[in-house]
């Protein structure tokens, strides 16, 4: 067990619907990490924060997709009018500044 | 910008016998590698990473990583394998521009049979 976790585990919504999944670093990580992964691919990098700072965003972060970390402790991740390609699994990871990225189980979102 | 390739989706071993997955990067500058392991429904677990210095870097559950400049490879290896490390692996690299993002390969899947 990494120390991160995650909820909920899983999430089915219908299209259209929003949601929002949160997310609980290791308790002194100052840097948290969201990726998203798709089946039979490798996870790819969303975005990330510096304490409660957004300081990167990729260009699969939709404006459709918004993410926050208030006080620089846990994160939120909310995905607004969900469309069946959002179905993936979603990671979230955290470290001590640039050191080892730790992953948590991570939140199954299917949309029908 | 980096890119990291594992050139098999599947590998196949019996018990006992070597293992070896394959990774090949590619990065402008020096590469920060990783590899991870996943097991169903978990994240990902750290196995090892090279930084820099040896070559042979060795990891958790007796796995060991060797680095190869040359050929721009970062190969996984265990020389017994068991049961349990039937697995998803990933590679990884580090954004080295900036030091925050990591770029995974898209898995290679492990399946060691008694």
């Known amino acids: ?112 | 910008a980096q890119s990291v390739a594992q050139p098999e989706d599947q590998v196949n071993v019996a018990e006992g016998n070597p293992l070896t997955v394959k990774c090949t990067y590619s990065v402008s500058g020096n590469p920060y590698l990783f590899w991870y392991v996943q097991y169903p429904n978990r994240g990902l677990q750290f196995l090892l990473k090279y930084i820099t210095g040896d070559n042979l870097v060795k990891g958790s559950y007796g796995f060991e990583a060797e680095f190869n400049k040359s050929q721009t490879s970062f190969h996984l290896k265990k020389p017994s394998a068991l049961v349990s490390d039937s697995a998803l692996y990933f590679c990884a690299v580090r954004d080295i521009v900036g030091d925050y993002k990591l770029s995974f390969g898209a898995g290679t899947t492990v399946t060691v049979r008694a």
């Open chain 1, 1 to 112: 067990d990494t120390g991160v976790s995650q909820n909920p585990r899983h999430k089915i919504t219908k299209r259209g619907q929003n949601v929002t999944f949160r997310c609980d670093p290791i308790s002194e990580h100052n840097r948290l990490y969201w990726y998203r992964q798709t089946l039979g691919q490798g996870p790819e990098f969303l975005t990330y924060f510096q304490n409660e700072a957004q300081l990167e965003k990729s260009r699969l972060l939709s404006d459709r997709f918004s993410a926050e970390r208030p006080k620089g402790s846990f994160s939120t991740l909310e995905i607004q009018r969900t469309e069946q390609g959002d179905s993936a699994m979603y990671l979230c990871a955290s470290s001590l500044d640039a050191g080892q990225q730790f992953f948590g189980p991570g939140t199954r979102l299917t949309v029908l």
